[in-house]
T-cell receptor, first 112, second 114 residues
Framework: GDSVTQMEGPVTLSEEAFLTINCTYT??????LFWYVQYPGEGLQLLLK?????DKGSNKGFEATYRKETTSFHLEKGSVQVSDSAVYFC???????????FGTGTLLAVQP | EAQVTQNPRYLITVTGKKLTVTCSQN?????MSWYRQDPGLGLRQIYY???????DKGDVPEGYKVSRKEKRNFPLILESPSPNQTSLYFC?????????????FGPGTRLTVT
């Protein structure tokens, strides 16, 4: 079945450092891919998405490119801020299962 | 404002005492779903509903019930809660005919069963 493997955390960075959180997926067909962010004490918010191969999703300085050849959707940001501290979830929606499959989440802590 | 609301936000209860967590949405979305979030396991789907009176099991349905009598509401029922149901619960909705199938989440309900 569909699955998502996500880089384990926690990831601790200094402010203005470069961020990469790896995500790979297994799904049949042409799934949609998502990154969700969960700030402390809050629910999940959609950060960005991509619906077809080579699409680049972007929001708030974060980017991720749908790479079908490597089945990856890595999250990147060029310069993180303390306010980016949160848990980040990669997710895949495969039409065959009709549900959103989440990775285990990666905790990001940004220090001033 | 488009939103998904859950109540209560926090609940501490004892084993065996029936409880209901409510979920309501004002976006007229057809699809609604419940997830539980546990450390190291991410989010796992409990139940989902494609429309009124249509519900189906997710990956971890044991010990839970749901109902969908109205489009806007999708309550989660624990008939006899046990300590292993201590978790953070999220309700989510989706426009069923969305091209991208993105979901909108409620703020979460933290449940502790002693």
């Amino acid at each position: 079945g569909d699955s998502v493997t996500q880089m384990e955390g926690p990831v601790t960075l200094s402010e203005e450092a470069f961020l990469t959180i790896n995500c790979t997926y297994t799904a049949t067909g042409y799934p949609s891919l998502f990154w969700y962010v969960q700030y402390p004490g809050e629910g999940l918010q959609l950060l960005l998405k991509a619906t077809k191969a080579d699409d680049k999703g972007s929001n708030k300085g974060f980017e991720a490119t749908y790479r079908k050849e490597t089945t990856s959707f890595h999250l990147e940001k060029g310069s993180v801020q303390v306010s980016d501290s949160a848990v980040y979830f990669c997710a895949v929606y495969g039409g065959a299962t009709n549900k959103l499959i989440f990775g285990t989440g990666t905790l990001l802590a940004v220090q001033p | 404002e488009a939103q998904v609301t859950q109540n209560p936000r926090y609940l501490i209860t004892v084993t065996g005492k029936k409880l209901t967590v409510t979920c309501s949405q004002n976006m007229n979305h057809e699809y609604m779903s419940w997830y539980r979030q546990d450390p190291g396991l991410g989010l796992r789907q409990i139940y989902y509903s494609m429309n009124v009176e249509v519900t189906d099991k997710g990956d971890v349905p044991e010990g839970y019930k749901v109902s969908r009598k109205e489009k806007r509401n999708f309550p989660l029922i624990l008939e006899s809660p046990s300590p292993n149901q201590t978790s953070l619960y999220f309700c989510a909705t989706r426009i069923d005919r969305s091209v991208s199938y993105e979901q909108y989440f409620g703020p979460g309900t933290r449940l502790t069963v002693t």
